[in-house]
């Protein structure tokens, strides 16, 4: 192992670390990150330890969880019944509660702003908190589904390069 490989192995992890930041940073793509580090990885090593099929996997994984960040908070908001109003107070409650609260913050925001936004558009409070509690579970639901997907990425990249 040359000095150039260890750094680009401690590159691709930082930006692997930064990918798992993304989970609780919504600014931050975090399996795009992921997808990044192991394809700077792959290019500068001439697609060596991983190839041209892992990495066409590792692409399709990071597109689906794009799909899934734009998509989890949107079915689970809808599915308990979230309108317009509450889809939009669940983002910028988001982004508020990130601002000041940091991950724990971003959650509750979410939710708060799902109930705020319901009530603004007229429901009544238990449809608010229903509507607010369906957007806390497509979030979650997205969390968790970007994690597996980045820790399967992750490990595939380890397992290859070991």
């Known amino acids: 192992m040359d000095?150039?490989?260890?750094i680009l192995l401690i590159i691709s992890f930082i930006l692997f670390i930064v990918g798992l930041m993304g989970l609780v940073i919504p600014v931050l793509p975090s399996v795009p990150i992921v997808w990044a580090g192991a394809l700077l990885f792959t290019v500068f090593t001439g697609f060596d330890k991983i190839g041209y099929g892992t990495m066409v996997l590792f692409t399709g994984l990071a597109v689906f969880s794009v799909i899934i960040d734009y998509t989890a908070?949107?079915?689970g908001a809808k599915r308990f019944g979230a309108g317009k109003l509450g889809i939009a107070g669940a983002f910028m409650g988001m982004i508020i509660g990130l601002?000041?609260?940091g991950p724990i913050g971003?959650?509750?925001g979410a939710f708060l702003g799902a109930v705020l936004g319901e009530m603004l558009s007229g429901?009544?409070?238990g449809q608010?908190?229903?509507a607010g509690f369906g957007t806390l579970v497509?979030?979650?639901s997205g969390i968790f589904i970007k994690l597996l997907i980045a820790l399967t990425?992750?490990?595939i990249f380890i397992w290859k390069i070991i």
């Open 123 to 125: 429901k009544s409070q």
């Open 3 to 6: 000095f150039g490989y260890i």
């Open 106 to 108: 971003l959650i509750i």
């Open 128 to 130: 608010a908190f229903k």
């Open 99 to 101: 601002i000041t609260g």
């Open 73 to 75: 908070n949107l079915v």
């Open 153 to 155: 990425m992750i490990g």
């Open 138 to 140: 497509g979030f979650l």
